[in-house]
C-alpha cells in the first residue's frame, strides 16, 4: 500500500507539472480558442477526405480499427456507451494506465480537454492520461475515448517522442493532420457511430459519385447528429451549456461526425 500510495502522489504531482506548461504550450490553440467560430467556419466546409487521406492511409486506418478492438472488440459493430464517470478509473488500471481525473478550470483551463504521456523518461514506467472534469461528462467521457485511442494505437504509430499529447477543444483541425491525433479522434467516431448507425445517417443520395468526399454536412444528417449527440453524451444544444462552451462543443460535434463520414465514404469503415 506504500508503494502504491508514494506511486499515486509521483503521479499527482506530474499532472501539476504538467498542467503548469499547458498554457504555454497550447498558446496557438489558446489563441483559436478565443475564436471559436472561426474554426466551426472551417471545420463545416473542409472536406475530411482530401485532409486525412494524406494523414493516414487506408490499411493505417483499417489497422487502428484492428488495434481499438483489442480494448473494445464491438468497435464499430455496435453501439458503444459512456462508463460512467466512476468507472474510468478502473479502465484505465485494467490497461495498465495511471489515471488522473481533475477539474482544471479558469479561461485557460477550459481550453484543455486532458492530456496523454507515453512516458516521461523514467519518472513514468506506465502511460499516463488526464481528464479535465471541468466539463461537461458527455465531453469528458470524449476525452477519455480520445486518449485510450492513444494508447491502442500507439504501438502501431510508434510515436518517437514521449512528449505529452495535450488535447485542446480547439485544436480539431491540427489533429486532421497528425497521425497520432487523427488516430485516437477516429477511435472516437467508430465509438460513437458504428457502421450501421454512419450508414443510415451518411449513405444517401446526395454522397452517390465517383469522388468520396465529406464536406459540408447536409440538414438532414446535422439534425440526426444533433438528436444521437443529445441522445449519446447529454449535450443538448438548445439547452442551458456552460457559457463559452457551445461553440467548442459544437465544433467537437461537426469534427466527429465529419470523421465519421470520411471513414465510411472513404476507408469503407
Ligand atoms: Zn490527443
Known sequence: MGAWAQNSSVVESLVEEILATAP???????EAS???????RRLAHLD??????????????????????????????????????GQYAAIASGLNVHF??????????MALRGFYVSKLGRMLKR????????????AVSATFCHEVGHYVTAKLLKPESDEVHFFFGSAHYQHLRDPLELAADAVVSLAAYPESLARTIFAVPWNWGLVARADELPEQAFIRIRSHVKELCGIDFGGALPIGQSFDYLAGMIHYAKLRWALLSEYDL
Open 48 to 85: 475530411y477526405v482530401r485532409v486525412m487521406r494524406r494523414t493516414l492511409g487506408y490499411h493505417e486506418m483499417r489497422a487502428v480499427l484492428g488495434e481499438a478492438r483489442k480494448v473494445w472488440p464491438n468497435l464499430n459493430r455496435a453501439q458503444l456507451r459512456s462508463p460512467a464517470p
Open 100 to 109: 488522473q481525473a481533475t477539474p482544471y478550470g479558469g479561461p485557460e483551463g
Open 24 to 30: 504555454q504550450m497550447g498558446r496557438s490553440e489558446l
Open 34 to 40: 478565443r475564436k471559436p467560430r472561426e474554426e466551426l
Open 127 to 138: 502511460p499516463l492520461i488526464y481528464v479535465n472534469t471541468a466539463h461537461h461528462p458527455g
